[in-house]
């Protein structure tokens, strides 16, 4: 015999004091709100209501988010500019501002990033055993979101750096 509980329904106001907490706790989007609300069980027709609730009183702020976002995950995961915008569109919808992103960017930082995780990488692979070493390379770097130019430009100045 199986025991399944009932979720909870929560009240209009106990959704918004868990979202308030919820906005508060980091920068949120829209649409990571709309999913939270859907884990909780709150009535579809509230489900408006708080949103534009949360963005009156600043909870929800996509241009903060967009620039929170940027910077983060330049700085702590060293994403290129190119994976960053990807997943704010995915995250925000086709009208977020990518100027606004690339102006947040710390795109040096990331560049730093790259640099060190790719001698890593370089470090790993057995160049003569490899014979495509740098394709592999050049993945990874296109992985993290760089352009082919700035990656092929990274790898040709770290392989004459002879690590």
């Known amino acids: 015999m199986k025991f ?5 329904i929560l009240t209009k106001e106990e959704a918004l004091e868990k979202l308030r907490h919820f906005c508060g ?7 990571q709100v709309e999913r939270k609300m859907n884990l909780l069980h709150i ?3 509230n489900q408006e209501e708080i949103l534009q609730v949360l963005e009156l009183e600043n909870f929800i ?13 330049s700085r702590m995961k060293g994403w290129g500019m190119v994976k960053i915008t990807r997943n704010l569109s995915f995250e925000l919808g086709k009208d ?4 606004l992103a690339l102006e947040s960017a710390d795109l040096e930082m990331a560049k730093q ?6 001698i890593k990488k370089y470090q790993t692979l057995s160049t003569k055993a490899d014979p495509d070493w740098k394709g592999k390379l050049l993945r990874f770097c296109i992985s993290r979101g760089f352009e082919m130019e700035e ?5 040709k100045r770290m392989h004459e750096e002879n690590y």
């Open 61 to 73: 702020n996509q241009q903060r988010f967009t620039t929170q976002y940027a910077r983060g995950k």
């Open 113 to 118: 990033k790259l640099r060190k995780d790719l």
């Open 43 to 45: 009535a579809t027709e």
């Open 151 to 155: 990656s092929l430009e990274e790898i």
């Open 25 to 31: 706790y980091q920068e949120r989007s829209r649409k």
């Open 4 to 8: 399944t509980r009932e979720p909870k």
């Open 96 to 99: 977020f501002d990518a100027d």
